[in-house]
C-alpha cells in the first residue's frame, strides 16, 4: 500500500503581502490640506513655502556634518570626529521639528536627496575630501546663511500671526545653529599651541 502525499495547502491570498502597488498620490507638494488651527489657508501657505526652503538647507547642512565626521583627518581629528557628530545629531532633531511643522500647517515637506538638493541654496561640496579649515568655514556659511533664513522667516511668521513658526525658529532653530556657530569657529582661530607669541 502506497501512503498518498497530501496535495500542497494553496497559500493564504491574506498573509501574502501584496507587493508592487501604486496609485495616486493623496496630496500632491505644494497642496494645502488646512488643519482647523484657527489660521488662515493663506498665512499657513506662506509659512509652508518659507519652511520647505528651511528644510532643504537643514538636510544638507545635517548632511555635511556626516560628510566631514566621516572625512575629517589631521591633528584635532578626535575633537572634531564627536563634535562634527553632536551637531549632527543636533540638526536631525531640527529637521525633524522643521518637517513636522510643514505638515501641521497642512503642507507636504520635501523629503527626499534628491529632491533638496534642487532647493537647497547650500553651495555642493565635493565628493572628495577637504582640509578642515575649508571644512569649518563651508559648515560656517551654511549656518549664516541659515540663521539669515530663520530669522527673515521668524519676523514674518510673528508679522502674519503664526507664532508657533516663530517660537520654533526663534526658540529652537535660531538658538541652536548660533551656538554650533561658537562652537565651530574656537576651531578656526590661530592660537599658538606651545608658545605665546
Ligand atoms: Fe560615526
Request: aromatic share 4%.
Amino acid at each position: 500500500m502506497t501512503l498518498k502525499t497530501p496535495a500542497p495547502t494553496p497559500a493564504s491570498s491574506k498573509a501574502r503581502p501584496h507587493l508592487h502597488q501604486h496609485s495616486h498620490e493623496t496630496q500632491a507638494f505644494g497642496q494645502l490640506v488646512k488643519l482647523p488651527i484657527a489660521l488662515g489657508e493663506q498665512v499657513c501657505s506662506g509659512s509652508v513655502d518659507l519652511l520647505n526652503q528651511l528644510l532643504a538647507d537643514t538636510m544638507t547642512l545635517r548632511d555635511l556634518y556626516k560628510k566631514h565626521h566621516w572625512q575629517v583627518s589631521g591633528p584635532t581629528f578626535n575633537a572634531l570626529h564627536l563634535l562634527y557628530d553632536k551637531h549632527f545629531d543636533e540638526q536631525v532633531l531640527l529637521v525633524d521639528l522643521i518637517a513636522e511643522r510643514i505638515q501641521l500647517l497642512g503642507g507636504i515637506t520635501l523629503a527626499m536627496g534628491a529632491d533638496v538638493g534642487e532647493v537647497t541654496m547650500i553651495p555642493r561640496p565635493p565628493r572628495g575630501r577637504e582640509e578642515v579649515p575649508v571644512q569649518l568655514s563651508r559648515l560656517l556659511e551654511a549656518h549664516e546663511l541659515i540663521i539669515l533664513a530663520t530669522r527673515s522667516v521668524a519676523t514674518a511668521a510673528a508679522e502674519s500671526g503664526d507664532l508657533g513658526t516663530n517660537d520654533l525658529l526663534a526658540g529652537t532653530v535660531l538658538r541652536t545653529n548660533e551656538l554650533q556657530v561658537w562652537f565651530l569657529s574656537e576651531h578656526l582661530v590661530a592660537m599658538p599651541l606651545v608658545k605665546a607669541t
